[in-house]
């Protein structure tokens, strides 16, 4: 970035903007990300005019760098705790279950759809009962390099047999150099540390037909360059919103 638009975007604050040209057409870069990375994004004014000229100056300079066109890294997101709807979480999970109960009030008086049914939750887990019925939690696990994404709900088992959970999310971190996932067990169970076998189709198993070993660990797996929201609220000790 510093190559295309000057060194003047080192300075750029998370989710700051600043003006730019790149290849010769006006544009806004901001520094934000989905991974937790330091990311950036350029914003093309005119775009439908000069696409081809923002584009190709972009790989440009991107060349020495060994620059490659994807999408968003996926174990960098897993790694930073971030949810992918529809497979981390849908219409149906609870925030509490998805670690997004620091956004449920606790000093909003004014009612909002499901506030009876949040607020009785939380007290059920202040209480030390039981909320409800699984928890996302993270994993690392062994078998061989994940570098798929999972077109299944991977199963989780104590025994080896019997199903109690299962993999929303999983791939290899090559910085952390372990497969790492995302997925739920029953909220009894959610503690770090606890061990779990882990189903994975055979090109992933040491084993063809044997599960895997792993257990439960802290998210983020690893500090992120911009903490989300959920980071940066648990870092101040806050589990809920104002």
């Known amino acids: 970035m510093a190559d295309l638009v000057g060194d003047a975007v080192r300075d ?26 330091k990311g950036y994004e350029i914003y093309l004014k ?3 005019k000069y696409a081809d000229d923002m584009w190709y100056a972009v790989l440009e300079a991107g060349k020495k760098h060994n620059l ?69 939690v993270g994993f690392v696990l062994g078998g061989k390099q994940i570098e798929e994404y999972a077109p299944d709900f991977w199963l989780i088992s104590e025994d080896g047999s019997t199903p109690i959970g299962y993999l929303t999310s999983p791939w290899y971190s090559p910085e952390l150099e372990t497969n790492i996932a995302m997925g739920y067990v029953p909220y009894e169970k959610k503690d770090i540390g606890n061990k779990f076998k882990f189903h994975l189709p055979d090109e992933y198993c040491d084993t063809p037909g044997q599960p895997v070993d792993g257990e439960i660990v802290e998210m983020p797996f690893r500090p992120s360059v911009n903490p989300n929201a959920r980071e940066l609220a648990k870092s101040k000790g806050r589990d809920s919103a104002f």
């Open 68 to 136: 490659k066109v994807i999408a968003p890294a996926h174990h960098r997101r897993i790694a930073a705790g971030i949810l992918s709807w529809g497979q981390d979480l849908d219409a149906e999970t609870y925030p509490f279950q998805c670690n997004l109960g620091y956004q449920v009030p606790r000093k909003k008086t004014a009612d909002y759809i499901g506030k009876e049914a949040l607020e009785a939750m939380r007290a059920k887990m202040e209480a030390g009962e039981k909320p409800y019925s699984n928890q996302l």
């Open 12 to 37: 750029i604050p998370y989710y700051g903007l600043m003006e730019a040209k790149v290849g010769g057409r006006d544009c806004i870069i901001s520094q934000t990300g989905f991974t937790g990375e």
């Open 46 to 48: 005119d775009a439908t």
